[in-house]
């Protein structure tokens, strides 16, 4: 199923709440013919085609390990098949003392 592979090229893409959309076809879809894909990819592909679905979802749905989940997606995402939204880092989030500011000048309002 992976090709002996036991990560995706691009390390850390595939979060476990990553959430995974298929691509919309666009001008040069085909590209990838359905029969080269193997039927794993192409159950990821149908299953986050009607919504996003996070990595450890799919996992859950195709009864596969995570860590083979996220090779299969990482054959997809080079194909240009999926899209991936990753989770906002905790660094990039704001500091619990300004939200707690905030709230308490909203509420002296």
Partial sequence: MTRGRTRPVEEGLFD???????AEPG????????????PEHQTLLALCRN????VAELGSFTDLPVSVV???LGDLYDADLIS???PVP???????RLLRDV?????AL
């Avoid at 476990?16 to 298929?22: F, G, K, N, P, Q």
């Avoid at 040069?28 to 894909?37: E, I, Q, T």
């Avoid at 919504?51 to 996070?54: D, T, V």
């Avoid at 905790?90 to 619990?96: G, Q, V």
């Fill in 51 to 54: 919504e996003p679905l996070s």
């Fill in 90 to 96: 905790l660094a990039e989030l704001p500091d619990e």
């Fill in 16 to 22: 476990l709440i990553s959430l995974i959309t298929a």
């Fill in 27 to 38: 001008p040069d879809a085909g590209a990838v013919p359905a029969h080269v894909l193997d």
């Fill in 70 to 72: 996220r090779v299969l």
């Fill in 84 to 86: 991936v939204t990753r």
């Fill in 103 to 107: 709230i308490n000048g909203l509420r």
